[in-house]
């Protein structure tokens, strides 16, 4: 479930997230509303509709709750839809319209629409059919809350929504799996000779399986210059989806930087397991351009020193000759006038 204010955009997007269990409001001026899981014989105090280990043919009864929490009348319409990990790494459901494909289809809602005075509440009463042919793993969907409403400086709409996510564990073997591809690299340099540049790491990481995935992330490089960072805990990600990973790593480097990003999945919900480590080997050039540059004026710098030094040596060698040579004129030319 959702508890943070709601995105507005030109379809704006609907984040269903576990947190805790709270209701999840949206809210803008006069308009605001909460929705959150009705207490009774499917559990208290839940964060989500969240059913495990449910058997293909099963038929599940359950109730959100709908507040009307602000100053105007509340018209919202109500409807299921398949919930997805989206690139960016939340989980995000479709927007009405657009046909629902999986768990969104076994979702009943009693009411398509609702309107509530303010300060009323309602029940949204919904059932969810398990199909007998279903396949074992995860399957996830949102109930939504959708309020609707028209710029009054252009035609563009404005759909404000907020929901509620269930989980579904069909029961059966639980195959989790991993990908990871499309694994690239690249090295800013600093303007700053003296400070580290960054590494930046991009790759695409994807549930193949059918649980519920997460997994801790790590990054290394080797070289005289090699380090690890810390491992970074990844976002939950739905079967089927797949999110892209960017990471940026404090990288020093000569020239030329190798390492791998090291990852660590791990099964989400009842029987989670961890699955066998993935690495994905990169390597990239990586010029510190301004360290360069500034070891480039200091070589010139010295060059030019060098050069003096060694002209004025030549010049003091060449006076000291020619001093000699005087010298020994005078002293020729005074052995001659003693001799007349």
Do not use: C, K
């Not at 690239?184 to 700053?192: P, V």
């Not at 020239?255 to 390597?283: H, Q, Y």
């Not at 360069?292 to 010049?315: E, G, H, Q, T």
């Amino acid at each position: 479930m959702l508890r943070r204010p709601l995105t507005f955009a030109l379809l704006g997007s609907l984040l269903l997230a576990i947190v805790a269990p709270a209701p999840a409001t949206a809210a803008d001026g006069g308009v605001a509303w909460t929705v959150q899981t009705a207490d009774n014989a499917q559990g208290t105090g839940r964060a989500n509709f969240t059913y495990d280990v449910v058997d293909p043919g099963t038929v599940i009864s359950d109730v959100m709750t709908v507040v009307n929490t602000g100053t105007e009348p509340l018209p919202l319409a109500v409807y299921a839809a398949d919930a997805f990990t989206a690139s960016t790494g939340e989980i995000d459901v479709l927007v009405d319209g657009q046909p629902s494909q999986g768990a969104g289809t076994w979702v009943s809602v009693a009411t398509t629409s609702l309107s509530l005075a303010p300060g009323e509440s309602a029940e949204v009463p919904f059932t969810v059919t398990v199909p007998a042919d279903a396949r074992p793993g995860d399957h996830a969907a949102g109930i939504v809350t959708s309020f609707t409403s028209t710029d009054a400086s252009s035609t563009l709409s404005v759909d404000r929504r907020l929901g509620t996510r269930i989980n579904l564990r069909v029961a059966g073997e639980l195959l989790p799996a991993v990908s990871v591809s499309g694994l690239s690299a690249r090295y800013e340099a600093s303007w700053n000779p003296f400070d580290s540049g960054r590494l930046v790491v991009e790759y695409a990481f994807a549930n193949t399986g059918n649980t519920r995935l997460t997994g801790a992330e790590t990054v290394a490089t080797a070289g005289l210059f090699g380090a690890r960072t810390p491992p970074v805990q990844l976002t939950e990600v739905l079967p089927g989806s797949t999110v892209v990973v960017a990471r940026e790593v404090p990288t020093f480097s000569l020239g030329w930087v190798a390492g791998s990003v090291e990852l660590t999945p791990e099964a989400v919900g009842l029987g989670a397991a961890p699955l066998a480590p993935v690495t994905a080997e990169f390597s990239v050039a990586a010029v510190p351009w301004s360290l360069y540059a500034l070891l480039a004026v200091i070589l010139v710098a010295v060059l030019v020193a060098v050069l003096l030094v060694r002209r004025r040596m030549r010049a003091g060698a060449a006076d000291a000759a020619d001093a000699a040579v005087a010298a020994r004129r005078r002293r020729r030319g005074g052995a001659a006038a003693q001799a007349d």
